[in-house]
């Protein structure tokens, strides 16, 4: 039996993409017949002359049956069972019996063969189903054991292997139907779960990039404003500053192609991040479809688009305020505000619409102190 993972020293790590999600190697081919020798060594002793029913539990426990049952050296017979438990990642706690065993196992020595024991509900399941047939005998075999996941008081009497607890394909085990096939095992990216990326949205002079500001401390993430990096190259004359210049000056997005490309830099300058805030990105659909792209090549998603809603006049009226001071020439005049309020709705607005449909959408009454702002936007988050 082990409790780890084996990955080969300086070897990169392999990964595969199912669905959303990105999975990496985690217990090589090799390692899994290991176990399955393993496990089947102890079974040929235990159940010499005993004429076994093995019962697979479908679908996951197909490809360990196969490789398992092959290694069995005396008489047995096999019967098939399916429940359902997993709702995509998450384990719930119901678990429904799709297809019963046949023919009956009344007065038979079973083995049960399962793919992976977890939180153990669908054991429990299972051996309510054994005593309600009147089984002579039964044991559980299973190619995985989590034991950090583990509250049921069963013995699980063979295991191939411990392993952490992790979400877990191949070898028989699924992502939402995806990922059986491959013979090694895989693991959900750490990243994935760990990351809280937010966009922070609003039109021009809402609060966005001093709410930012707080938050990056408050939850430990990278702020990246898609307007502070351009101004950043302005004022050091690079070829990308000049360009976003003739664009920012009137008011206008820099054109979707030059942004992404600049916003997908600043994301790798990080990658150690916890998370992070775009403050000002994504402003069009296509921004939001080339951030949903950088992120899953990460292995992450953006959690939620938390917006701050206030009225056109406080608009005008703060940004004015603020151009007295702040040196930018986009808020010293009213028509060049003006316009990049109606850029944002025009072009902007599109993108609520866009996380709404994913039910990523949290609008945030951006009016009051920064504290109390900081307070509604936090209240949204920590749901996240
Ligand atoms: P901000 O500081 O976010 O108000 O941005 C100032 C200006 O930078 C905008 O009016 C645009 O000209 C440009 N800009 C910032 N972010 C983007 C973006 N995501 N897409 C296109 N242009 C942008």
Do not use: W
């Not at 049921?152 to 952490?164: N, R």
Request: net charge negative; hydrophobic share 40%; aromatic share 10%.
């Amino acid at each position: 039996m082990k409790n780890r993972y084996l990955c080969a020293f300086g070897q990169p790590m392999k990964t595969i993409q199912l669905h959303d999600l990105t999975f990496e190697q985690c217990i090589s081919n090799t390692e899994v017949l290991q176990a399955v020798n393993g496990v089947a060594v102890k079974i040929n002793d235990d159940y010499k002359q005993r004429r076994p029913v093995f019962l697979t539990v479908l679908n996951g426990a197909f490809l360990f049956a196969a490789e398992l049952i092959k290694k069995f050296d005396c008489e047995c017979e096999m019967s098939f069972i399916k429940v359902a438990s997993y709702d995509g990642l998450k384990q719930t706690d119901e678990v429904f019996t799709v297809m019963g065993a046949e023919p009956s196992l009344k007065g038979r020595d079973v083995v049960v063969i399962e793919d992976i024991v977890d939180s153990g509900n669908t054991i429990e399941t299972i051996i309510q189903i054994l005593e309600q047939e009147e089984v002579a005998s039964f044991r559980i075999a299973t190619l995985f054991y989590k034991p950090q996941a583990y509250t049921k008081p069963y013995t699980i009497d063979y295991i191939g292997l411990e392993i952490p607890n992790d979400f877990v394909v191949g070898f028989g085990l699924d992502y939402k139907g995806l990922g059986r096939n491959f013979t090694s095992i895989y693991k959900l990216k750490e990243t994935q779960i760990q990351m809280k990326n937010l966009v922070l949205f609003g039109p021009p002079g809402a609060g966005k990039g001093t709410q930012a500001t707080v938050l990056k401390d408050k939850y430990d993430l990278v702020h990246i404003s898609t307007g502070d990096v351009f101004r950043y190259n302005i004022k050091n004359a690079t070829e990308l500053g000049t360009l976003a210049k003739s664009y920012m000056d009137k008011g206008q997005l820099v054109p979707d192609a030059v942004t992404i490309e600049m916003l997908n830099a600043e994301v790798d300058k990080n990658p150690k991040a916890k998370g992070f805030i775009f403050d000002g990105f994504p402003r069009t659909e296509a921004q939001a479809e080339a951030l949903a792209v950088l992120l899953t090549s990460k292995g992450t998603e953006v959690a939620a688009m938390v917006a701050l809603e206030v009225d056109d006049e406080v608009l005008v009226e703060r940004l004015l305020e603020r151009g007295k001071t702040s040196g930018r020439a986009d808020d010293a005049d009213e028509a060049v505000i003006r316009n990049r309020i109606s850029v944002y709705y025009s072009e902007t607005a599109i993108l609520k619409k866009f996380y709404e449909r994913q039910g990523k959408y949290f609008g945030v009454d951006g009016v009051g102190s920064i504290s109390e702002i900081t307070e509604r936007l936090s209240s949204v988050i920590d749901t996240l």
